[in-house]
Nanobody
Framework: QVQLVEHGGGLVQAGGSLRLSCVASGRTFSTLVMGWFRQAPGKEREFVASISRSGGSKVYGDSVKGRFTINRDNAKNTVYLQMNSLKPEETAVYYC?????????????????????WGQGTQVTVSS
């Protein structure tokens, strides 16, 4: 069993930055492919970013490319999401997710259904 706990959400003005973190426990962190997703009220869960077990490969959703950065520190069992130039429409609950069985292939890590473990989410509100 894996437990994931997100930190770092809050209120930020448009154009500002936030860094989210997600701490994992219960399993060797380096065995997990990790991802970030977000869900706004009334909308489907949206892929934000994913990172391979070593951290050497990353994938981003089209809407966040060039502004968001995903990183991980396997020694600290933590994955991070640095969010810059935030927009009001990015107000959402942000979730981290992980799975030990995901195959790192193009496109496979962008589907929420591929992840078996989820955090409780952290609210990010971007004011205009």
């Amino acid at each position: 069993q894996v437990q994931l706990v997100e930190h770092g959400g809050g209120l930020v003005q448009a154009g500002g930055s936030l860094r989210l973190s997600c701490v994992a426990s219960g399993r060797t962190f380096s065995t997990l492919v990790m991802g970030w997703f977000r869900q706004a009220p009334g909308k489907e869960r949206e892929f934000v970013a994913s990172i391979s077990r070593s951290g050497g490969s990353k994938v981003y959703g089209d809407s966040v490319k060039g502004r968001f950065t995903i990183n991980r520190d396997n020694a600290k069992n933590t994955v991070y999401l640095q969010m810059n130039s935030l927009k009001p429409e990015e107000t959402a609950v942000y979730y981290c997710a992980g799975d030990p069985n995901l195959t790192w292939a193009l496109g496979s890590t962008t589907y929420a259904t591929r992840y078996g473990y989820w955090g409780q989410g952290t609210q990010v509100t971007v004011s205009s």
